[in-house]
């Protein structure tokens, strides 16, 4: 599997950026973008984090960190701030706040510049294939828990 950081984003020293350009598609009739449209872009943000941080879904499905398994949204407190319009470029921000056994929440915030338009805390919890809750493999923790592996540039 090849990643770029111009598709996946790129690590901080706390966490992970991504930048979304809004298309058409993500706005409603008005060009602003559609409230759901919000969790799209930071469930991609999720995704490419985990992707640097060398933790891909396949991965663990396949059982690729113990057994099998997989990461599922259990809440999300969000708070939708200022509106973002079409060929708007956002800024994605994902960071960890707390690991624990079988739980992991994130901290995202979508920016637009300075401006922070969408901010969200998200409870992911770990569940096996069949759903059920299971602990975090060592080797996940230690991974999600080093909050500055590898920071990089953002794209040029």
Same mark, same amino acid.
Not at 41 to 46: D, G, T, Y
Not at 89 to 110: D, F, H, N, P
Not at 113 to 136: D, F
């Given at each position: 599997?090849?990643?770029t ?5 790129? *690590?901080?020293e706390?966490?992970h /950026? ?10 409603d ?5 559609? @409230?759901a449209?919000?969790?799209h ?10 992707r640097?941080r060398?933790?891909d @879904? ?6 690729g960190?113990? +057994?099998?398994?997989?990461?599922? !949204?259990? @809440?999300?407190?969000i708070?939708? *701030?200022r509106?973002a ?5 956002? +800024? /994605?921000?994902? +960071? ?10 994130l ?15 998200v409870?992911?919890? !770990?569940?096996?294939? +069949? ?7 060592e080797?996940v923790m230690a991974?999600?828990g ?5 920071p990089?540039?953002p794209?040029?």
């Amino acid at each position: 599997m090849t990643t770029t950081a111009s598709l996946s984003g790129y *690590l901080t020293e706390i966490g992970h /950026v991504l930048n979304v350009r809004v298309y058409f598609e993500d706005t409603d009739f008005s060009g602003v973008v559609y @409230h759901a449209r919000y969790l799209h872009f930071m469930e991609r943000a999720r995704t490419d984090f985990l992707r640097l941080r060398g933790i891909d @879904h396949r991965t663990l499905a396949a059982g690729g960190f113990g +057994e099998p398994m997989a990461f599922a !949204v259990r @809440h999300m407190d969000i708070d939708f *701030l200022r509106p973002a319009r079409i060929d708007d470029i956002l +800024e /994605v921000r994902t +960071e960890t706040l707390l690991l624990g056994g079988a739980r992991i929440v994130l901290g995202q915030e979508i920016r637009l510049g300075a401006t922070t338009l969408v901010t969200a805390k998200v409870k992911v919890a !770990v569940i096996s294939p +069949e759903g059920k809750p299971r602990r975090m493999p060592e080797r996940v923790m230690a991974v999600l828990g080093a909050a500055s592996a590898a920071p990089q540039q953002p794209p040029a």
